[in-house]
């Protein structure tokens, strides 16, 4: 199935919301690297939809895992 179409279904069938990026979330995305020590951009936008929806993030990646611990007052996860 073509992604223009799988997506819209795919969140659908979730129930789940796409979040669109603010002005607040692009200016947290650029002081995340200084936090976490990576600049990978789609970590960063991740991070920051995070904290500034006040969300826990759910990932399984290890860099983002060991922020949270490091730094539990700046991120919350749910591991998967």
Do not use: H, N
């Not at 919301?17 to 020590?37: C, D, H, N, R």
């Amino acid at each position: 199935m073509a992604p223009g179409l799988w997506f819209p279904l795919a969140l659908r069938r979730a129930g789940a919301k796409l979040a669109t990026i603010t002005p607040a979330i692009a200016a947290e995305a650029a002081f995340v690297p200084a936090i976490y020590g990576r600049g990978d951009p789609g970590d960063c936008f991740l991070i920051a939809t995070a904290r500034v929806r006040g969300l826990s993030l759910v990932t399984r990646d290890g860099p983002i895992l060991q922020l949270a611990v490091a730094r539990p007052a700046y991120l919350q996860v749910l591991e998967c």
